[in-house]
């Protein structure tokens, strides 16, 4: 079991940055690829971006290239989601997710996911 903890959402005027964080714990040799999804309001889980297993390849959602960047420290065993240029459609549930077996944005190969993190951009 991998168990996954998000912090640093909050509250951003549109055009700021927020930095979130995930701490995995538990048997994290096996939290594989990783990545964020969001789900705002009436709308499905969507995703944002994804990680390898040892970070060297990443992945975007075409709504946050160029503005978001995911990293990971394996030496603390913590996900990265760097934002930047927020505009209020980024206002969602931000949820960390591990345990896929290969880099992927389909939320069905992660195993594990976290409560989820407040993210809201005001105008």
């Known amino acids: 079991q991998v168990q996954l903890v998000e912090s640093g959402g909050g509250l951003v005027q549109a055009g700021g940055s927020l930095r979130l964080s995930c701490a995995a714990s538990?048997?994290?040799?096996?939290?594989?690829?990783m990545g964020w999804f969001r789900q705002a309001p009436g709308k499905e889980r969507e995703f944002v971006a994804a990680i390898s297993r040892v970070g060297t390849i990443t992945r975007y959602a075409d709504s946050v290239k160029g503005r978001f960047a995911i990293s990971r420290d394996s030496a603390v065993n913590t996900l990265y989601l760097q934002m930047n240029s927020l505009t209020p459609e980024d206002t969602a549930v931000y949820y960390c997710?591990?345990?896929?077996?290969?880099?992927?944005?389909?939320?069905?190969?992660?195993?594990?996911w976290g409560q989820g993190t407040q993210v809201t951009v005001s105008t």
């Open positions: 997710a591990a345990g896929a077996p290969t880099l992927s944005s389909s939320p069905t190969l992660f195993g594990y």
């Open positions: 538990g048997r994290t040799f096996s939290s594989g690829a």
